[in-house]
């Protein structure tokens, strides 16, 4: 037997490990993804669990702006009532201080991940949609407003969707509204509504679509306050009386109603709703001749914990998990998205 | 017989060739092979944990004013019989004072290293949610209120097990207890 034989078995036998390694990484590939993947599904579902059915703890945190953020013991947002209970109903105010808190120095992104047990091990953002998407364009000094509504998930413009809305002006000192006649949205999915005969002055308008019972409300203000529960926080002095803004629903219809209710005058630009409607839409308030508006529209709330706009993000390495929830008596979709930070 | 020497030391170089090759293969299976098992591992503590959040809130849920208390809630744990055919185990660990939160932790029975956690979504030492992770405070609790079916709290259940279960308990003071458990037919709690 010469050298080179000798040097030709020992070749053969490192091409077969270097081929056999190679076969195994390959076969085991496909099941460590599948593996890992089953596993971020299971993460998901139990977030998503977790924040659509645990109130919170003080589970009061949202409309309770005495609760600090950074001093929760739970992170949840279903709604929280001592009598009654709803699955996938969520809290309207635990919702906006997701991103609207009191104190805007508080970074709530450490928070919720912390809270969730979460560590640094993932990331997770989540996103609120109604199931319409609804454009409210106004023109200019005109008190016309054009109103588009589209499908979410195709884009394709909704014939015959009913729009109802509701303007409210302060007129003597006190919010007064003035009411659209019903209409319709035309092929193209669009609608005109005309308010041009109404002084200009600051105003609050809501708009609601309802297309096969599924109804998106939209609250439009210039001037706008913060509301958490009773409690309206403005940088503007607020007069004695409020105006709660509500969506019923009477005669097959959805109607926007409203309840006038007392505002008294709390430290440091805090105010006091005295008789609090429960699920209304808008509390406005009036402030030197102009309408002030606390909005609880919380379409298009997303939360994520990392600082990069995650929808702009493409990430194959996420999951995202989707459920139809109910806020204010409103149907909305929320996704949550949940990423590995580390390996 | 004459030999050459240069062939006794190819020949002793092929050998331990083929020893190594050997070797290097087995070591290299070895690791995908605790890589896999690893993955399994995570799968059944995800598993686990999302039962755990499930329960938990099922029981906040349904107990609430002075009506539903005191019924223990459970969800079955179908539990695979074993892991490519090595058995494991599953406990329940407290790191609250690591501020690290409850975790869920399964493990090889042969292998103590190769093990995964899963985190259970409440965090804070003083939350009101508390799991059972002391041997001490094990003992049985009443399912609904027939007593037909008890769960036997333990803070380790071991795969294929068809009895496990994880339960959820509301009672006075807005404190809820979750563990894992085993359940008995026939034999009633305290």
């Keep these: 037997m010469h050298i080179y034989e000798y040097l030709f078995a020992a070749a053969i036998m490192i091409t077969m490990l270097l081929a056999s390694s190679s076969m195994i990484e390959t076969l085991s590939a496909p099941h460590t993804q599948t593996s890992e993947r089953e596993q971020l599904k299971m993460t998901s579902e139990k977030i998503m669990n977790q924040i659509l059915f645990n109130p919170g703890n003080p589970p009061n945190w949202g409309s309770d702006p005495s609760v600090p953020i950074q001093g929760l013991q739970t992170f949840g947002l279903a709604q929280y009532n001592e009598t009654t209970r709803g699955a996938y109903v969520l809290d309207p105010d635990k919702i906006l201080r997701l991103s609207n808190d009191i104190n805007t120095n508080v970074t709530l992104r450490p928070i919720i991940p912390e809270l969730l047990n979460l560590g640094n091990e993932y990331g997770i953002a989540l996103e609120l949609a109604t199931p319409l998407e609804v454009n409210v364009t106004a023109t ?197 998205y949940v990423w590995r930070m580390s390996y | 017989m004459h030999v050459p020497i240069q062939h006794i030391i190819g020949t002793v170089a092929i050998i331990g060739l083929m020893i190594s090759v050997g070797l290097a293969y087995t070591i290299e299976t070895s690791f995908v092979q605790q890589d896999i098992s690893q993955q399994q591992l995570a799968q059944v503590s995800e598993m686990v944990a999302l039962n755990i959040a499930d329960t938990v809130n099922l029981a906040n849920f349904a107990n609430f004013g002075n009506f539903t208390r005191n019924n223990t809630m459970m969800i079955s744990l179908n539990l695979p019989l074993d892991l490519a055919g090595r058995a494991y185990a599953v406990q329940l660990l407290n790191e609250t004072g690591d501020n690290q939160g409850y975790n869920v932790n399964s493990y090889l029975l042969d292998q103590r290293t190769t093990n995964a956690n899963a985190t259970v979504p409440f965090n804070s030492a003083q939350d009101s949610v508390q799991l059972t992770t002391d041997v001490t405070s094990a003992g049985n609790l009443y399912w609904i209120e027939t007593g037909v079916e008890a769960v036997t709290s333990t803070i380790v259940v071991y795969g294929g097990n068809s009895h496990a279960v994880v339960w959820a308990w509301k009672g006075e003071g807005n404190v809820t207890l979750a563990g894992l458990g085993v359940i008995s037919v026939g034999q009633a709690g305290k």
Excluded: H, M
Excluded at chain 1, 143 to 154: F, P
Excluded at chain 1, 311 to 331: D, F, G, H, M
């Design chain 1, 140 to 336: 200019p000094d005109s008190g016309i407003y054009a109103i588009s509504v589209t499908s979410q998930e195709d884009g394709l413009p909704v014939y015959k969707a009913t729009i109802t809305a509701s303007v409210y002006y302060v007129d003597n000192g006190q919010i007064v509204n003035q009411k659209a006649q019903p209409n319709w949205t035309d092929p193209s999915g669009t609608c005109t509504i005309d308010f041009s005969n109404l002084p200009a002055q600051t105003k609050a308008l809501i708009v609601v679509v309802d297309y096969a019972n599924i109804c998106v409300v939209k609250v439009l203000s210039d001037k706008q306050a913060r509301i958490f529960g009773n409690q309206i926080l403005s940088n503007q002095t607020l007069g004695g009386t409020a105006c709660q803004v509500l969506i019923t629903e009477g005669n097959g219809a959805r109607v926007i109603e409203n309840v006038t209710s007392g505002l008294t005058s709390s430290a440091n630009g805090w105010y006091q709703l005295t008789d609090p409607e429960p699920s209304t839409i808008a509390t406005l308030a009036v402030s030197n001749n102009d309408v002030i508006c606390a909005s609880r529209d919380v379409s298009n709330v997303t939360y994520s914990s990392i600082s990069v706009d995650f929808s702009k993000l493409i990430n194959p390495v996420s999951y995202s998990i989707e459920r139809t929830v109910t806020i204010n008596q409103l149907a909305y979709s929320i996704t949550l």
